[in-house]
């Protein structure tokens, strides 16, 4: 009897999953798109390690972009939005900014391909006219 109790416990420490790491525990560089300009909400996610640019971070928390026709590095979508890609203007980019956690948003001076963010930073995109993703960093 006892066997088979321990067995029934092995099965079943089988099956057990270990949680994916959430984006407040991220261990790497973590990762917020604001898509509420589009209808949408905004998604934190962790890019886990230690990335060379912006753009691989981003790829690296798993969001897909691409960028403005014929203007190679300008971001046009993130997660194909918005759709149809638009040509940029004032009022209607993605806007790319850094921070601390816990800390204040500050618009990137550099563009999302060559900046290099450190691992335990966030990194922020927010469609719009260039405001600040609307969640702390």
Not at 57 to 83: D, E, M
Request: glycine fraction near 12%; include cysteine.
């Amino acid at each position: 009897m006892m066997r088979r109790i321990l067995a029934v416990l092995a099965l079943a420490a089988s099956f057990v999953v270990t949680p994916q790491a959430s984006a407040a525990d991220c261990a790497g560089v973590k990762v917020v798109v604001d898509f509420t300009a589009l209808g949408g909400g905004v998604q934190t996610e962790c890019a886990p390690g230690d990335y060379a640019t912006g753009l691989d971070a981003l790829k690296g928390a798993h969001f897909t972009y691409s960028f403005v026709p014929r203007q190679p590095g300008f971001v046009c979508t993130i997660n194909s939005l918005p759709n149809p890609c638009t040509k940029p203007t004032t009022s209607a980019y993605w806007s790319y900014w850094h921070a601390s956690p816990g800390g204040t948003w500050t618009y990137s001076t550099a563009g999302a391909g060559s900046y290099d963010p450190a691992p335990g930073t966030v990194e922020g995109w927010s469609f719009g006219a260039g405001t600040a993703p609307g969640a702390t960093p």
